[in-house]
């Protein structure tokens, strides 16, 4: 049941973190080769289990073994049009909850297709900066949006611009969404959740982003949607200040980070700055 209130979500963000320490929820990934070894270290540190796959009969292999995968679309290969396909109606057929990161929506044929089959796919989260939310809300055509960063993965919209798309897209899956940014914003659609924290070197090391998606995926097993997008916000947001620290810059703050993620407590998460509002 999704958590109603700002104590209940607490609750559930805290179980959630506990539950993946405990019982190593296995999350493979089809993702971004830029990101791979950083998505496999951060759903380790937070006590999940990992692995990385690319061709078809694996992703429906996986699909089976896992009781939740993180589909990422950010480098592609012409043979991912088979693979993701496969993978999701296996998905489908065995009702497992999968994280969605639309990484440069709007950009490239392949990549437009795929996203646009995937709209009753059901996604139990999608995670993406500003500008994917909004042009996979428009690609979907659940709400007006864009047509996605011309600059690839970065974003050039602020998250509020992207809040009544996230709100659309939550109410069309009946899942989560997360859009990540300065302030990150998280909604069933009928709920939202603003979580704190972060760092000024988030955005100047590869992967971040794609290893929350990944995050996602591992409390997906042992959390309904909601509380396993905002348990991962709230760990990468608690983990970022902290790793801010005690680095010298982006190097050794992606070091320092995997660290403090691997030390959050659940109490910690937690307690992590949260605000919740009706959506």
């Known amino acids: 049941m999704t958590p109603s209130s700002e104590p209940d979500l607490r609750?559930?963000?805290?179980?959630?973190?506990?539950?993946?320490?405990?019982?190593?929820?296995?999350?493979p990934s089809i993702t971004n080769t830029v990101t791979i070894d950083f998505v496999a270290n951060a759903q380790l540190a937070v006590g999940g289990s990992a692995a990385m796959v690319y061709l078809p009969d694996e992703g429906e292999a996986m699909a089976e073994a896992a009781k939740s995968m993180y589909l990422n679309a950010g480098t592609l290969f012409p043979f991912y049009a088979e693979t993701l396909p496969r993978t999701l109606r296996r998905l489908a057929a065995l009702r497992r909850p999968w994280v969605l990161d639309p990484v440069a929506a709007g950009i490239g044929a392949l990549r437009t297709e795929l996203l646009r089959a995937m709209k009753d796919s059901a996604p139990g989260i999608i995670r993406g900066n500003a500008s994917e939310i909004l042009a996979l809300a428009s690609l979907w055509g659940v709400a007006a949006g864009g047509k996605g960063s011309d600059r690839g993965v970065d974003a050039t919209d602020p998250v509020e611009a992207a809040e009544g798309a996230a709100k659309a897209l939550a109410l069309?899956?009946?899942?989560?969404?997360?859009?990540?940014g300065e302030v990150d914003f998280v909604t069933d659609g009928r709920i939202a959740a603003r979580s704190r924290g972060g760092s000024r070197y988030m955005p100047q090391v590869t992967g971040c982003g794609c290893s929350l998606g990944g995050v996602m995926a591992v409390y997906a097993v042992v959390a309904e949607p909601f509380a396993a997008a905002v348990a991962a916000t709230a760990v990468y947001n608690l983990a970022g200040a902290r790793a801010e620290?005690?680095?010298?810059?982006?190097?050794?703050?992606?070091?320092?980070?995997?660290?403090?993620?691997?030390?959050?407590?659940?109490e910690d998460v937690a307690a992590n700055p949260l605000e919740t509002e009706e959506a």
């Open 172 to 180: 069309h899956t009946g899942g989560a969404v997360a859009v990540s």
């Open 245 to 266: 620290k005690l680095c010298r810059g982006p190097g050794s703050f992606k070091q320092a980070f995997l660290d403090e993620l691997y030390l959050a407590t659940p």
């Open 11 to 27: 609750s559930a963000v805290a179980e959630a973190v506990r539950r993946a320490r405990a019982e190593t929820p296995f999350a």
